[in-house]
């Protein structure tokens, strides 16, 4: 016998929340597949159940007047005494958070198509007088042709009632990583939190991190309140610039300053969505990857730290007799050689010659206050080289910053040791030789410098 909740019939669960279960079901009297989104009002906690079905109305009430084809569509309600369900549009497709990390970035132009569409969506809520109040990326599904879908409309606030009297108004919801200034404060809302929280979630698919990182609750809430987010273009060089602008606009702390509406936050984007290519880059980036998987400077490197790698660095490729480096320059540039020969000289004579795998231009970056130059970098042929952005690495992972450090460190003394043996060939003198050892004495060995 089939199970069913009322008259659909239960195909299988698609997802567990904290409060609720979701079913993929068939409606039978229009043969559709639909959501069901289903609550049970636990009998240990009376204050939980009315809590549990002020949000369930809440969500029915918003979603039966939001019409919009970026926002899940709600067919039906019910309570019963033990159980509510709320049955909507079936969305094929996953929800957007698989796209967060940083190895399963969407392509530029795709995560800004996303994002428009969900500022016209969030436009048209608030005509509505809605505010949703948990823009996050498990909220926002992805259909078959790659429309987003908001869903979850439970915390939403209805700002044409009285906030005095209305219940659905509960302080501190929402997801703390994406909570607006005004939010995690506890101040009265209205709809620019949820662009604050899309400006958030589009900082997040560019770069594959958040605005804000902390270990704890207490410091998320100080940087949210009181910091300023990182460029998003130091974080990904490959970015247009127009997109800084926008990002810092909708992350604004003062709502006087923030976006006005879903609709100028759309008109924006639109505009930078013009400098970019339609293409998907996806298969670019994964034979970029397997590129750097076999370079030995990035053998330790983990896979995870190999794809931010690719998004805080530029890939270039350099025609004969380009400078990469120039001595006398004051800057903290640095490169791994991807493909090719490069020549590096001072004053006018060659040091040594490097080939793929090696890095340039390491020890300005790695010099704690000394920027300056003192080489120059030239290509000897075509050449493909990484370049990575300093800036954008120290705003990395400290996993990411740790490896850079440890590897570079190491290549610095195997060079200094090899600058040693060069040295060695080109004296004539020997050396005075001992007879007896330090430790032999009773001393301490004497430290190797090189």
């Known amino acids: 016998m089939t199970e069913k909740i009322g008259k659909y019939e239960i195909i299988r669960p698609l997802g567990k929340g904290a409060t609720a279960v979701v079913y993929l079901a068939r409606d039978p009297a229009l043969n559709r597949q639909v959501a069901i989104k289903l609550i049970r009002f636990g009998e240990d906690s009376a204050a939980m159940s009315r809590r549990l079905r002020k949000i369930f109305q809440t969500e029915d009430s918003i979603g ?58 969030l436009d048209h809520a608030f005509r509505q007088g809605v505010v949703h109040r948990d823009i996050k990326p498990a909220n926002i599904m992805i259909d078959a042709n790659e429309n987003p879908k908001i869903t979850d409309f439970g915390l939403g606030l209805y700002l044409h009632k009285d906030m005095g009297k209305d219940s659905t108004f509960v302080m501190g919801v929402g997801s703390p990583a994406y909570m607006s200034p005004e939010q995690v404060k506890n101040y009265p809302l209205n709809h620019k939190t949820d662009l604050y929280s899309l400006g958030v979630l589009l900082f997040q698919l560019l770069t594959g991190r958040l605005p804000y990182r902390a270990n704890n609750a207490a410091t998320l809430v100080y940087k949210i309140v009181n910091m300023d987010a990182p460029s998003v ?181 195997a060079r200094l040791r090899e600058a040693n043996r060069a040295l060695t060939s080109l004296s004539g003198q020997t050396a005075v030789q001992g007879s007896l050892s330090a430790s032999g004495l009773g001393l301490n060995p004497p430290l190797e410098l090189l």
């Open 64 to 121: 039966r007047r939001l019409e919009h084809p970026n926002i899940v569509k709600v067919y039906d309600a019910v309570v019963e005494k033990d159980q509510a369900y709320l049955v909507m549009e079936y969305v094929d497709g996953g929800a957007l958070d698989r796209f967060c990390a940083i190895n399963r970035l969407l392509p530029m132009h795709r995560v800004i198509g996303i994002i428009f569409k969900c500022c016209l969506a």
């Open 233 to 413: 273009c130091a974080l990904n060089p490959n970015l247009p610039p127009g997109l800084d602008p926008i990002i810092r606009k909708a992350l604004e702390k003062d709502l006087y300053n923030r976006y006005r509406s879903g609709a100028e936050f759309a008109k924006d984007l639109s505009a930078v969505r013009y400098q970019m290519l339609e293409e998907d880059e996806t298969e670019r980036d994964l034979a970029r990857f397997e590129t750097l998987r076999k370079l030995p400077f990035f053998a330790e490197f983990e896979d995870i730290e190999l794809w931010e790698v690719l998004r805080i660095s530029r890939w270039q490729r350099m025609a004969e007799k380009v400078v990469l480096i120039r001595e006398g320059e004051s800057h903290r540039k640095f490169g791994v050689i991807i493909d090719g020969f490069v020549e590096v000289s001072s004053n006018g004579r060659m040091i040594c010659r490097l080939g793929a795998s090696e890095v340039v231009g390491e020890m300005a970056f790695l010099h704690p206050s000394d920027s300056r130059r003192h080489a120059t970098v030239v290509t000897l042929e075509p050449t493909e080289f990484l370049e990575i952005n300093s800036a954008a690495l120290e705003l990395g992972s400290d996993e990411l910053q740790d490896r850079f450090k440890n590897v570079l460190l190491v290549q610095v003394l």
